[in-house]
C-alpha cells in the first residue's frame, strides 16, 4: 500500500491527542448548553454522545485545520461577492 498524504498538507494523525473528557459527571455551564444537551438527546443521542458533541462544538476553533477552513472560507465569501458585484470576472 502506498503512503499518500493527505490533501492541503494536513497530517493524517493529531498533532496532540485528543483530551480525555469525563462524560458522567457534565454540568451544562448555562441555558444554552443546557438546551443544546436536551435538543440532542431528545433527537436519539445517547448521553456521552452527547456530551461529546458539546464538547467538540465549544472547542472547535482550537483545532488547527478548522481555524485554516474558517479563514479559507471567509476568502471565498469575498471572492463570490466581488464576482457577484461584478468586480473581478472568470475571464
Do not use: C
Not at 441555558?31 to 448521553?47: I, K
Request: hydrophobic share 35%; no cysteine; charged share 25%.
Amino acid at each position: 500500500m502506498r503512503n499518500i498524504q493527505p490533501p492541503d498538507g494536513f497530517p493524517e494523525q493529531p498533532a496532540s491527542p485528543a483530551r480525555k473528557f469525563d462524560t458522567k459527571h457534565y454540568t451544562p455551564g448555562n441555558t444554552a448548553d443546557q438546551t443544546m444537551l436536551d435538543y440532542l438527546l431528545e433527537s436519539g443521542f445517547q448521553w456521552d454522545e452527547a456530551v461529546i458533541l458539546l464538547n467538540l462544538r465549544e472547542h472547535l476553533y482550537e483545532n488547527a485545520e478548522m481555524r485554516q477552513r474558517a479563514t479559507e472560507d471567509y476568502r471565498m465569501h469575498f471572492a463570490k461577492w466581488l464576482y457577484e458585484h461584478g468586480l473581478v470576472s472568470d475571464g
